[in-house]
């Protein structure tokens, strides 16, 4: 299992490429790997036969062997950088000794635990692979619970909506379940195969933070009530463990939060004129306003986005700015890199595409890591202000309330006006009241005059 992100412990095989038996190319697409944070798809790193000792559906360790490559003349091996030496060792004796005549006569399937407890990778010492092809064969993989073939979004769906997926027909490449499939069989259309006793598939994809995003999750009433029986247990997926964790780590975070009206009624004229000059994908949201606006106050204003290591603050590379991102049974964080670099309509077709992605599961682990501060939006849930968690190891969040019509007054006299709240959460280890507050007012200078937002 290789390590795909600086976060990643573990990850779930989801789909072989490749069949066992099959000869494979270096370079070659070989297997879809999920990780707390996306799902990635590695290659092979040598050419010859694959043997699978991991199934689809199994987690296994950073290290833990997955897979093995070679043939009758040569040996190449999925590496593992670092794996350590004796559990290499232990698992190059196993496959020694099952390699020797009549080792498996009579024996049956070898027992799981060998290779749930072995974390480096089989190895043969005279050169040929005949050790590992007998170490690991097929009735290894099948001593390993039945798995379902689903994509990582239609496994996400259904966890949240408590379904079997042995319960679901799937009329995706090869019968594998999509998510229209898990949306048919909550609606109780046609597409649901007879209940089968199965275990629960484990765990959605990739890892995140605080709260919000640009599009609300399937409503509630998409879950029919008998779906929640009580007492009910279900297990956390993969994203929601990494949340739990990221959550614990974020309690700890000493914060204060500041709050800001700000006049948005130019700020609506302005998109408005940007709808009629742009094309569809880079018409900006006023939630892409907020992150331009926030990005070139951050670049004013580098001690607001610099990090807490140890006894120093660490001023960032450049400003690169999260986004929350609400996806089924949790969210995530896509970055927006060097926002202060780019104009409002490029920050809209980027947001689009990661969002998009994101939602699919297919976002890489790089574009979901380095954030200096995050932007969270609940406005379109009709939200007028909340506080967000910071996202451990930004010094700062900022919340984004709905824009409503509000009595103000402007020259002595009371108008009607858009307002919307923002609201920054802040480490008081690396910011204090006064250095927050100039921050949020630039941000707040920025959006009510939005054609410096423009240049």
């Not at 070679?70 to 190449?76: L, W």
Request: proline share 9%; no cysteine; aromatic share 2%.
């Amino acid at each position: 299992m290789p390590k795909l992100s600086d976060t990643m412990e573990e990850g779930t095989v989801l789909k072989w490429l490749k069949a066992d038996g099959e000869a494979v190319a270096k370079g070659e697409p070989l297997v879809e790997i999920e990780t707390d944070k996306a799902t990635m798809t590695v290659d092979a790193p040598e050419s010859g036969t694959l043997r699978i000792i991991a199934a689809e559906g199994d987690v296994r360790d950073v290290g833990a062997p997955i897979a093995a490559i070679g043939d009758a003349g040569a040996t190449g091996v999925i590496e593992v950088p670092d794996a350590p030496t004796q559990e290499i060792e232990a698992v190059t004796q196993a496959a020694a000794e099952a390699a020797e005549p009549g080792a498996r006569q009579g024996a049956g399937p070898a027992p799981q635990e060998t290779q749930d407890e072995a974390q480096g990778i089989p190895t043969a010492e005279d050169g040929t692979a005949s050790s590992i092809a007998a170490a690991f064969t097929p009735a290894d993989v099948g001593a390993t619970s039945p798995q379902v073939a689903a994509s990582p979004l239609a496994r996400t769906i259904a966890a949240r909506a408590g379904l079997d997926l042995a319960t679901i027909r799937g009329t995706g490449p090869g019968g594998r379940i999509v998510k229209a499939d898990v949306e048919a069989a909550i609606a109780g259309a046609p597409g649901v195969a007879p209940a089968a006793a199965s275990p629960a598939p484990s765990a959605v994809p990739s890892p995140a933070m605080p709260v919000a995003a640009p599009a609300p999750p399937p409503p509630p009433s998409a879950v029919p009530l008998e779906a929640w029986p009580a007492g009910r247990r279900t297990p956390l997926t993969r994203l929601q463990r990494t949340i739990s964790t990221r959550m614990d780590q974020a309690n700890a975070i000493p914060d204060f939060t500041l709050e800001r009206d700000v006049d948005t009624t130019a700020l609506a004229a302005a998109r408005a004129d940007l709808r009629v000059a742009l094309p569809e994908q880079n018409r900006p949201s006023v939630n892409d306003f907020v992150i331009r606006a926030v990005a070139m106050a951050a670049r004013e204003r580098p001690d607001m986005v610099s990090r807490l290591e140890g006894q120093e603050f660490v001023v960032p590379d450049g400003v690169d700015v999260g986004v929350a991102v609400s996806v089924p049974g949790g969210l995530i964080v896509p970055v927006i890199r060097d926002a202060d670099s780019k104009g409002v309509p490029a920050i809209a077709a980027e947001v689009r595409n990661l969002a998009g992605r994101g939602r699919a599961g297919e976002l890489r682990p790089d574009e979901l890591e380095g954030s200096v501060i995050t932007v969270t939006n609940l406005g379109m849930f009709g939200i007028d202000r909340f506080h967000a968690v910071i996202n451990p190891g930004e010094a700062a969040i900022l919340a984004v309330g709905r824009a409503v019509p509000k009595p103000v007054v402007v020259d002595g006299h009371v108008v009607v006006r858009d307002v919307m709240t923002l609201s920054l959460s802040v480490d008081h280890r690396v910011a204090y009241g006064a250095e927050a507050a100039t921050f949020l007012g630039r941000v707040a200078e920025l959006l009510e005059h939005p054609a410096a937002l423009l240049v």
